[in-house]
Nanobody, 121 residues
Framework: QVQLVESGGGLVQPGGSLRLSCAASGRIFGIAAMGWYRQAPGKQREVVAHISSADNTNYGDSVNGRFTISRDNAKNTIWLQMDSLKPEDTAVYYC???????????????WGQGTQVTVSS
């Protein structure tokens, strides 16, 4: 079992910044990739950003240039720095991780419980 604990959500005014963090723990031999997804009311969950174990990153079109994902492999932790926030960034943000529990075992996908981000004046 892998646990993902997110923190850092909250209420911020348009143009402001927030920093989310996600720490992975549990049965982890290796982490292939971690990332952030978000889901707004009435909408499908969408990818925000991904980062691989080699620090390769990719971003959703709507956040590219405003959000930055980073990771600390030694701490199994990722962060999402969100700048120039817009009301349309309002959503529940979920952490995601693809991990291998032991050598030779298949990868598993885990999700955090989600953290609310609200951008409003």
């Amino acid at each position: 079992q892998v646990q993902l604990v997110e923190s850092g959500g909250g209420l911020v005014q348009p143009g402001g910044s927030l920093r989310l963090s996600c720490a992975a723990s549990g049965r982890i031999f290796g982490i292939a990739a971690m990332g952030w997804y978000r889901q707004a009311p009435g909408k499908q969950r969408e990818v925000v950003a991904h980062i691989s174990s080699a620090d390769n990153t990719n971003y959703g079109d709507s956040v590219n240039g405003r959000f930055t994902i980073s990771r600390d492999n030694a701490k199994n932790t990722i962060w999402l720095q969100m700048d120039s926030l817009k009301p349309e960034d309002t959503a529940v943000y979920y952490c995601n991780a693809m991990t291998r529990p032991a050598p030779g075992w298949p990868m598993t996908t885990s999700w955090g419980q989600g953290t609310q981000v609200t951008v409003s004046s």
